[in-house]
Nanobody, 123 residues
């Protein structure tokens, strides 16, 4: 396992923006498919977005479409999540993960969960 390290979380007011970053704890570790999940207190982990391949295909949870943008660097060693027009319901711990294959919305299909980065959005 290669733990992933997330950064960029914080506290913002509704309507604000944050950019999360993620890279492996091992330099130059790359992946063909990255994802972001989040977990709010008392709730199940849910997928937020995923990116894959050399052409950076993407998919988003309906709740974040048109507000969040997932991207990666050319070497596929770092993945980002640009979050705009944040809402209080986006408040959660955000995790970046690497795909094992399987359903993109199934947390068991992902690995290398890091410690997460907290995002708090106030109204």
């Amino acid at each position: 396992a290669v733990p992933l390290v997330e950064s960029g979380g914080g506290s913002v007011q509704a309507g604000g923006s944050l950019t999360l970053s993620c890279a492996a704890s091992v330099a130059s570790y790359s992946s063909d498919r990255w994802g972001w999940f989040r977990q709010a207190p008392g709730k199940e982990r849910e997928v937020v977005a995923t990116i894959w391949g050399v052409h950076s295909g993407t998919m988003y949870h309906d709740s974040v479409k048109d507000r969040f943008t997932i991207s990666q660097n050319n070497a596929k060693t770092t993945v980002y999540l640009q979050m705009d027009t944040l809402k209080p319901e986006d408040t959660a711990m955000y995790y970046c993960v690497e795909s094992l294959g399987g359903r993109w919305d199934d947390a068991k299909a992902w690995r290398n969960w890091g410690q997460g980065t907290q995002v708090t959005v106030s109204s």
